[in-house]
């Protein structure tokens, strides 16, 4: 089981993705043989939208200080 950081999102964990799934942040494609992050996106019309990113481009943005 993935390990929770602490990111600030309470819903945010850190996990391998499925297959097809692109990174939030870059809009590249993320490896389903590397960890990424998960986190579900609370929109306010609407139900949550699962969105993953790479690792690195959370630690470029300051989530993983
Ligand atoms: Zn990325």
Redesign the pocket.
């Known amino acids: 089981m993935a390990r929770t950081r602490e990111t600030g999102h309470p819903y945010e964990y850190v996990t391998y993705p499925p297959k097809g799934q692109?990174?939030?942040?870059?809009?590249?494609p993320?490896r389903t043989d590397k960890i990424?992050r998960r986190g579900d996106i609370e929109r306010a019309s609407g139900s949550p939208v699962v969105v993953y990113?790479?690792t690195?481009?959370?630690a470029r943005a300051g989530g993983a200080k």
């Open positions: 692109t990174c939030g942040m870059c809009r590249k993320i990424c990113w790479h690195d481009c959370v």
